[in-house]
């Protein structure tokens, strides 16, 4: 069932490995089937130097498992809340990277100060408010998720493809597994530059908002005029 995309899945996860996001089982990828009624991801507490494609784990959209010898991430229930609120999401990562945690942890959001930052987040890339004790003590991972979605309320979560969870750790989303990992990866670089940026100076502000559109649309949207064409 899926092989296809467990496999991708699979790749995807190897990818947050080779990219230096995650040590021993920090980390987890999934991804949503065409129908989204089930999600494949990472099995919990699998070292990945033991995984395999056919270890990847099938779920559906309530948590139960329907394929698969080992449970699923315990991350699961913040993947789904995420798949059901952001329609248009076809994948999931999860990571504790060090920058972008680092940012997660001081409760703080990283503001564009740059063109690299524009280039692949249209905006301030939000923190969550604090779980709070409930949210915490009951359903904590599906309460990661819905404290995601509450933040990205009146925000386009396609433009701004990432979320930092407050003491927590990033989140980022895609169009499949592949892109998901690369949006994490951006992630972390544009983290490391902002806060080396803020060392050089404490008062930075946003870019330019004019400078923000032009490296945004240049990339994104019917206007879009980097690379090749298709």
Same mark, same amino acid.
């Given at each position: ?6 496999? +991708? ?6 990818? =947050?490995?080779?990219?230096? =996001? ?5 980390? !987890? ?5 065409? +129908? %989204?009624?089930?999600?494949? @991801? ?7 130097? #033991? ?12 948590? !139960? ?14 993947? =789904?809340?995420?798949? /059901? ?24 959001? @990283? @503001? ?11 905006? +301030?890339? *939000?923190?969550? %408010? ?10 904590? #991972? ?7 979605? +509450?933040?990205? =309320? ?11 969870? %407050?003491?927590?750790? *990033?989140?980022?989303?895609?169009? !499949? ?11 972390? #670089? ?13 008062? @930075?502000?946003?870019?330019? /908002? ?7 649309? %240049? ?12």
């Amino acid at each position: 069932m899926f092989e296809q995309l467990k496999k +991708e899945v699979y790749k995807a996860n190897i990818e =947050l490995v080779k990219k230096g =996001l995650v040590l021993y089982t920090w980390g !987890n990828v999934s991804a949503i089937d065409e +129908e %989204r009624k089930y999600i494949v @991801i990472k099995p919990s507490g699998v070292d990945y130097d #033991e995984m395999t494609s056919e270890d990847m784990v099938v779920v559906d959209m309530d948590g !139960n498992v329907v394929e698969g010898k080992y449970r699923p991430s315990s991350d699961t229930k913040s993947h =789904l809340e995420i798949y /059901k609120a952001f329609i248009n999401t076809h994948a999931v990562a999860h990571t504790h990277s060090t920058y972008a945690t680092s940012y997660s942890q001081a409760a703080k959001g @990283i @503001i564009p100060m740059g063109t690299t930052h524009a280039d692949y987040f249209y905006g +301030e890339i *939000p923190c969550t %408010r604090a779980l709070l004790s409930d949210e915490i003590k009951n359903d904590y #991972e599906l309460n990661t998720g819905k404290v995601i979605i +509450e933040t990205f =309320l009146g925000k386009d979560y396609n433009a701004i493809p990432a979320c930092l969870v %407050r003491n927590h750790g *990033p989140f980022t989303w895609g169009d !499949n597994a592949m892109e998901a990992v690369f949006h994490s990866v951006v992630l972390e #670089e544009i983290a490391k530059m902002a806060f080396i940026t803020e060392k050089v100076n404490k008062d @930075i502000q946003s870019i330019n /908002k004019l400078l923000l559109d032009k490296h945004f649309k %240049r990339k994104h949207g019917q206007s879009a005029y980097y690379g090749q064409t298709k």
